[in-house]
């Protein structure tokens, strides 16, 4: 019932020529004041640009690097120790 509803806001949009979605091939990737490493993946139905979807969800005042998907691994398995030096983030800071 979701997916369907969904499909059909999508395709309405998509009728009024209003459709925007982020890119889903872009990470935003930034360093967690504890040293973690956090990443946000924009939301498929954000009308927003992957910057400013960093600038709104990385916290205030760290740095942020924007990547494709493929640099960011999937396996999970030892994200706890994923490390990035912050010389390498240079896209942005959040607000």
């Not at 019932?1 to 459709?19: D, P």
């Not at 889903?24 to 400013?52: H, L, Y």
Request: with cysteine; aromatic share 6%.
């Amino acid at each position: 019932m979701i997916v369907q509803k969904l499909m059909q806001q999508m395709s309405v949009m998509q009728y009024s020529g209003t459709f925007n979605m982020a890119d889903q091939t872009k990470r935003i990737i930034f360093r967690n004041n504890d040293g973690t490493i956090g990443i946000v993946a924009p939301a498929i139905n954000c009308s927003k640009s992957v910057d400013e979807i960093a600038k709104k969800s990385v916290p205030t005042g760290l740095k942020y690097k924007i990547v494709n998907v493929a640099e960011v691994s999937s396996d999970r398995t030892f994200r706890n120790a994923w490390e990035i030096d912050e010389a390498e983030l240079t896209d942005g800071v959040g607000n």
